[in-house]
């Protein structure tokens, strides 16, 4: 790649993971579209292939000696834990020589996710200013900001205890319930808190930029701004900005043929994310409880994600007769476009920070049924906040799947949800036009770091 002299490097370090990488290329576009050289430093797992979008950047690979296991068997905290020990060494050499190769550049800056904080304290031996980037929102980052001190003071002893208040809001972050806080099911709350204390870690940051805009999480900002006292920039939502293809899965665009042909606002669209696992048991309440509540709905089964099962093919044969009437389903979809076709008119989701802003982006309501960790944030923000969602809670069960349904999909209550998400949409799409919010805070970025 011939390099540019005098244009300002970046440097850029995303979780191998689709929901992490994607606003991490999205920024990656949006930057050299400001006049940044770009570098992306991966690892192996989840390596994302560039197409010809990309072509003018330069990707490298931290060498580590993880077992390539390891993502799925330890799961993201354990995994997370374990990656950052791991790479700071390797990603130290892997700097030296980057700053060898392009030397004739002014000068690097090292953007990494906020789970990928080995970068930072490579970036201080280097004497490089860094830049944390949230791709979750700065409700959950407030959250994880304030976790050592709800510790502190006993106020998560309801997770810790099992004393049954899990339902009960937690002081001081309305509306969130103690539920709702971002926790993993996947790893001990100690464990969930070491993650969480290097992650908010500011020593040696510049500065955080955030995958959000303020019109949706302002007094989020505010606080967060209080509490890391370095400049918060929101910047997002990032895919308004740039349009560059992301996806680490091939996506099937049958389904948009298939979306044509309905009518508007008639087909619930159904995805849970990349890396959620259902059960046998579940998939099949999931299917009745879509079949009766005779909508026409597209759904997306990844590969891998039914526990025992490749796919679709090892399920029980019901499951083929409650889809084949007004069911559509495909391994993997292109969601952004399915999201803003005219024949979609509600969203099934799991509630990650990404098709939390892809949804709200097109105006589209939400039956939340999230997981772990910030899914759990967001559902209670589409839910209580914004009031374009409704929380699907506790066993999946078909009776419970079609009433959620129904109030989406029919009646007033959708219409009512509906109207409220076109709103935020068009406020979205005001905060990244010229003159909003988000526009100004992302020049305000640029201009920051150019004088760094």
Known sequence: MEVKPGRRRVLLV???AQGHISPMMQLAKTLHSKGFSITVAQT???YFIP???FSDFQFVTIPE???ETDFENLRPVLFLLKLNKECQASFKDCLSHLLLQHSSDISCVIIYDEFMYFAKAVAKEF???NVIFSTTNATTFFCRAVFEKLDANNVLSPLKDSEGKENELVPGLHPLRYKDLPTSKFAPLEKTLELYRSTVDKQAASCVIINTASCLENSSLCCLQQQLDIPVYPIGPLHMVSSAPTSLLEENKSCIEWLDEQKRNSVIFVSLGSLALMETNEVMEMASGLDSSKQHFLWVIKPGSIRGSEWIEFLPEEFSEMVSGRGYVVKWAPQKEVLAHHGVGGFWSH???NSTLE???EGVPVICRPSSSDQKVNAGYLDCVWRIGIQVEGEVERRAVERAVKRVMVGEEGEEMRKRAMCLKERLRASVGEGGS??????EFVHFIKSL
């Open 351 to 353: 509630c990650g920070w």
């Open 438 to 443: 988000s526009h100004k805070s992302l020049h």
């Open 14 to 16: 995303p979780v191998p």
């Open 44 to 46: 192996k797992f989840n």
């Open 127 to 129: 004497k490089l200013p």
């Open 65 to 67: 000696s993880l077992p």
């Open 51 to 53: 197409s010809d979008d």
């Open 359 to 361: 949804s709200i982006g």
